[in-house]
């Protein structure tokens, strides 16, 4: 029987379109290959199956990886710098790091092959969210040890795309390039897109009488209020994508033009999710701790990856014509959930409240700091205008208010002078922890 062509366009369609059970098969062959190769060639792996007393060949069925132990960022720490790597160094011929606020950077390394499959990865991303080839990419991306520039950037090239390798800040350059070039997709961070189009306004530069039509957005949490006010602002398409250092970088999950989810790819990746808790898998559709096995990475497998993102997964058919399953929007990291007398909250749920609010720029901060036993938070968001002090009070009191009545969570909101939040260059920094540490 003939297969009929999937109506959507797609990079790679028989891997993106393969049946769930064939994608099922080739993960089993392609875990318990990635399984043996760690175990024979990575010390920390052996020891850690061993002392888990699991061996490589017990790896009989999917379910079989939760047997198998996890691996958290501190085990790259712990094998600063190439402790982990699968091949010998010769073969490995691209390092990334983590920039690293405390202690060493974790560094993760790609061999020719991993850099082709990468390239591939960030390819099908950028088209699952509408980018062709032909196409002039503006990529804001940070280059350098970072892997959102250069993944990217390969990414396009391998579509077929113009690229113009910009990396981050110079705001005022990059938006006269978007106009000079006529990009027509972006990729950045929104935080950093939120950045472009103030910038913009404060420059009387219409961008969205530019061609950009879409934004391939990533890299950090951001709300569906942020969405429609960076759409509306730049007049373009904002699509969400996935990934971590850890397990690649960029082009780990895409969101289609369905915006129902992120598809994983699965062909590349295992995608499980625990209670980050107890640690013990959850069943499907249950929001919890994502966690990645690769099982094709040559040069850094990693098995069972504690990623700390909150999320949860679905395989229900979608309606691109992808098999691949859907990681739901992440919602935070389980170390950036701020618990403010006894209310968890994530940065991103304050930040669907303060967007699109009267009277408010969604530029924001949280501010965590102790009173006594008890951990107080202040919003920090900024007023759209320069106003007198007693109307910045009344806003706050209103915007206090609403976060109170729509996530429980008590707190002072101080409304700052316009520009006084810092503007992001990347990732936005969401949170400042000034308690004191015991
Ligand atoms: O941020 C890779 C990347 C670059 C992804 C460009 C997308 C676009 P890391 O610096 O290692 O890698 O940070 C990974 O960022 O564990 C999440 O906590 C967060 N993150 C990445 N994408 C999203 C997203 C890159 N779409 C960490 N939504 C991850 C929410 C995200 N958080």
Redesign the pocket.
């Known amino acids: 029987m003939a297969v009929q062509a999937p109506v959507t366009f797609m990079f790679q369609p028989e891997m993106e379109t393969l049946p769930r059970e064939r994608l099922a098969a080739l993960q089993l062959e392609r875990l318990r290959r990635t399984v043996r190769t760690a175990y024979d060639n990575v010390a920390h792996y052996r020891a850690a199956f061993d002392s888990a007393g699991v061996k490589p060949e017990e790896v009989r069925s999917l379910d079989d990886v939760a047997a198998l132990p996890f691996t958290v960022k501190d085990d790259l720490r712990r094998n600063y710098p190439f402790g982990l790597f699968a091949v010998p160094r010769q073969q490995v011929i691209r390092l990334h790091a983590?920039s690293g606020t405390t202690g060493k950077p974790t560094v993760v390394g790609y061999t020719r092959d991993d850099l082709g499959m990468w390239g591939d990865l960030c390819a099908r991303t950028m088209v699952a969210g509408g980018a062709r080839p032909g196409d002039i990419v503006h990529n804001a991306?940070g280059y350098g040890l970072?892997?959102?520039g250069l993944?990217?950037h390969y990414g396009a090239e391998r579509l077929g795309c113009t690229v113009t390798p910009m990396s981050g800040g110079n705001t005022e350059r990059q938006i006269v390039l978007i106009q000079d070039f006529g990009a027509d997709v972006l990729c950045c961070t929104p935080s950093y897109a939120l950045n472009i189009a103030e910038v913009a306004d404060r420059e009387g530069v219409d961008l969205r009488k530019a061609p950009l039509r879409l934004a391939v957005?990533?890299?950090?949490?951001?709300s569906e209020a942020m969405r429609k006010e960076i759409e509306e602002r730049l007049g373009i398409r904002c699509q969400?994508?996935?990934?971590?250092?850890?397990i690649l970088?960029?082009g780990v999950a895409a969101e289609c033009e369905e915006r129902a989810g992120l598809h994983g790819w699965e062909d590349h990746f295992l995608f499980e999710i625990v209670d980050p808790e107890t640690l013990k898998p959850l069943p499907a559709g249950e929001t919890g701790e994502l966690v990645i096995t690769t099982l094709t990475k040559q040069a850094l497998p990693m098995i069972r990856y504690r990623?700390?993102?909150i999320t949860r997964l679905t395989d229900e058919p979608c309606g691109c014509g992808r098999t691949h399953l859907r990681l739901m929007?992440?919602t935070g990291?389980t170390d950036d959930m701020l618990i403010i007398r006894g209310v968890n909250v994530f940065p991103s749920q304050v930040e669907a409240v303060l967007v699109g609010f009267p009277g408010v720029e969604p530029h924001y901060q949280l501010v965590v700091s102790r009173e006594g036993v008890y951990d107080h938070l202040t919003v920090e968001v900024e007023a759209v205008a320069a106003l007198p002090q007693a109307e910045y009070r009344r806003v706050g009191a209103d915007v206090g208010h609403h976060l109170k009545s729509m996530i429980g969570l008590s707190c002072t909101v101080a409304v700052k002078a316009p520009g006084e939040i810092p503007r992001s260059q990347g990732k936005a920094v969401r949170v400042r922890d000034v308690r004191k540490k015991a």
């Not at 957005?217 to 951001?222: C, D, K, L, Y």
Request: no cysteine.
């Open positions: 983590s991306y970072f892997t959102g993944g990217y957005f990533g890299a950090e949490p951001w969400d994508t996935f990934g971590l250092s850890e970088g960029p990623t700390r993102d929007r992440i990291r």
